[in-house]
């Protein structure tokens, strides 16, 4: 599904049908050096790979079950984070962008998806001096919402700007402290819908949500539980986890397709189905 004599990247939104994506399975993931509160509460039972491996696989299916073709990166033992594709890289519209990543170890992420790339022959940018992170950038039409946090710098988002150009605004987007990205607290479903973790955002910021999005609130047990980090695959349907309920009762109350798919064992090092996964190509539906 590659389109080798099409577009081969494009992505104007997060929920139009999801085509093509880059995934990487947790065969080395382990947590080493904590870097948020959900890797702190499970640095002693750390992660049992097996079964972080089965549910990454479920989800793959669920994927392909649903028309996406999936690329898989191949995991390398020194890179026990490699399973979260989307801080490596982003898509605005035809341009895919790799991420300036803040630790040097996931670095080397982002050269095995520039190895990939260029053995596809797709076109990438790497423009960026400073950090900036693809779990920070949300896209959604000419509307670019970009998470300030510690992995993603003001200097990188003015960047991010200078290489859109007028075509786009660039909404820088502070987030609290505790939050490692913006998708760990917002997600935007539609054009009208989006999840949010109100405590995630300055009160002004909050607002100016409020007033792009009607929000549904996602409360601070399943924030930690990655209530927010869904992922949408098109025609209002979305990856979530069965344990956050009510966001997902929330979501079908709204019209949304649910489904869920067990992730349990790799939310255990602080992401989920956003994270795990890196769309290059989403079709305009």
């Not at 910021?205 to 098109?234: C, P, R």
């Not at 986890?241 to 090092?269: A, H, L, W, Y």
Request: hydrophobic share 35%; glycine share 6%; proline share 4%.
């Amino acid at each position: 599904m590659i389109k080798s004599e099409e577009k081969t990247v494009e992505c104007t939104t997060e929920y139009h049908k999801l085509e093509t994506l880059f995934i990487c399975r947790p065969k080395y993931m382990e947590i080493t050096e904590i870097i948020n509160e959900t890797q702190r509460y499970y640095i002693n039972g750390n992660i049992d790979v097996d079964l972080a491996m089965e549910q990454h696989e479920d989800f793959a299916r669920a994927l392909e079950k649903h028309g996406a073709e999936v690329i898989r990166l191949e995991p390398e033992h020194q890179l026990n984070e490699q399973v979260f594709t989307r801080d490596i890289g982003f898509c605005i519209g035809e341009r895919l962008f790799l991420s300036e990543m803040k630790t040097n170890i996931r670095g080397a992420e982002v050269d095995v998806l520039k190895q990939n790339l260029q053995e596809k022959n797709i076109a990438y940018h790497r423009p960026f001096l400073q950090s900036i992170e693809g779990g920070d950038v949300m896209v959604d039409g000419d509307k670019i919402w970009v998470g300030i946090s510690k992995r993603t710098t003001k200097e990188a988002v003015e960047t991010l700007q200078s290489q859109l150009g007028n075509d786009y605004q660039v909404i820088p987007l502070p987030i609290d402290k505790s939050i490692l990205h913006l998708d760990c607290a917002f997600n935007v479903l539609s054009p009208d819908w989006a999840l949010v973790y109100p405590d995630a955002f300055a009160p002004e910021d909050y607002q100016k949500l409020k007033e792009n999005y009607q929000l549904i609130e996602v409360s601070a047990a399943e924030q930690f539980s990655m209530g927010t980090n869904v992922l949408s695959i098109g025609g209002g349907k979305v990856i979530s986890m069965p344990q956050n309920k009510d966001v997902n009762e929330k979501m079908r109350q709204t019209g949304f397709q649910v489904i869920e798919v067990e992730f349990s064992e790799i939310i255990k090092s602080g992401g989920s189905f956003r994270c795990c996964s890196l769309p290059v190509y989403r079709s305009n539906s």
